[in-house]
């Protein structure tokens, strides 16, 4: 394999489509479920992605699906947010007002009693950030998920968002401020 900055920098570079896919799959299905809030939603968007990316530009070099896959991936999100916003109005034109769940974390609580002090209370704080993600405006939390999960440059999440880098910068540090902020005053989380 071809050593290169995909993903960590430990990782290294597929050699064909599928071991790509197979590398990004788990992490680019939590982006998109944070994104939309539901299981099947988001496998339907990761799905779309991955199609459109292996139909489109399996050609190009390796080292260039990653933020050819995000970008697709965010623009199938955005999509899905403008057909919910519309679909959302016509349900309160037409039946009274709807209104979305948030999004649940992927794990449940345990009981405190079924794991040791600590990794309970590693647990809460993950919930609690889960918590404090669904709660980001989309931009940034997409832009927070792709820096600080998916391990991607500025460069390449400006590429996956289509917009400058320093948009991304903007988005990431408000992302990072308000999670810290949140977490300080409603989970006495310091970070």
Not at 83 to 107: A, I, W
Not at 124 to 142: H, Y
């Given at each position: 394999?071809?050593?290169?900055?995909?993903?960590?920098n430990t990782e290294?570079?597929?050699?064909?489509?599928?071991?790509?896919?197979?590398?990004?799959?788990?992490?680019?299905?939590?982006?998109?479920?944070?994104?939309?809030?539901?299981?099947?939603?988001?496998?339907?968007?990761?799905?779309?992605?991955?199609?459109?990316?292996?139909?489109?530009?399996?050609?190009?070099?390796?080292?260039?699906?990653?933020?050819?896959?995000?970008?697709?991936?965010?623009?199938?999100?955005?999509?899905?947010?403008?057909?919910?916003?519309?679909?959302?109005?016509?349900?309160?034109?037409?039946?009274?007002?709807?209104?979305?769940?948030?999004?649940?974390?992927?794990?449940?609580?345990?009981?405190?009693?079924?794991?040791?002090?600590?990794?309970?209370?590693?647990?809460?704080?993950?919930?609690?950030?889960?918590?404090?993600?669904?709660?980001?405006?989309?931009?940034?939390?997409?832009?927070?998920?792709?820096?600080?999960?998916?391990?991607?440059?500025?460069?390449?999440?400006?590429?996956?968002m289509d917009c400058?880098?320093?948009?991304?910068?903007?988005?990431?540090?408000?992302?990072?401020?308000?999670?810290?902020?949140?977490?300080?005053?409603?989970?006495?989380?310091?970070?």
């Amino acid at each position: 394999m071809i050593e290169s900055d995909v993903g960590d920098n430990t990782e290294s570079t597929p050699v064909n489509m599928d071991e790509f896919l197979q590398a990004i799959e788990v992490k680019a299905y939590r982006i998109a479920l944070f994104a939309v809030g539901e299981h099947a939603d988001a496998l339907d968007i990761i799905q779309d992605s991955m199609i459109k990316l292996v139909t489109n530009y399996q050609q190009r070099a390796a080292t260039e699906w990653k933020p050819l896959f995000y970008r697709i991936l965010q623009n199938r999100i955005t999509d899905f947010h403008r057909k919910r916003k519309v679909r959302s109005f016509v349900q309160l034109f037409n039946f009274g007002s709807s209104r979305e769940e948030p999004v649940e974390p992927p794990d449940s609580e345990p009981h405190p009693d079924s794991v040791p002090q600590l990794a309970w209370q590693k647990q809460q704080q993950q919930q609690a950030v889960f918590k404090v993600l669904n709660d980001l405006p989309l931009k940034q939390q997409q832009c927070f998920l792709l820096r600080s999960w998916e391990g991607m440059s500025v460069a390449e999440t400006a590429a996956a968002m289509d917009c400058s880098p320093g948009t991304v910068k903007t988005h990431y540090f408000r992302a990072t401020t308000k999670i810290r902020e949140l977490l300080e005053q409603q989970y006495d989380i310091h970070i």
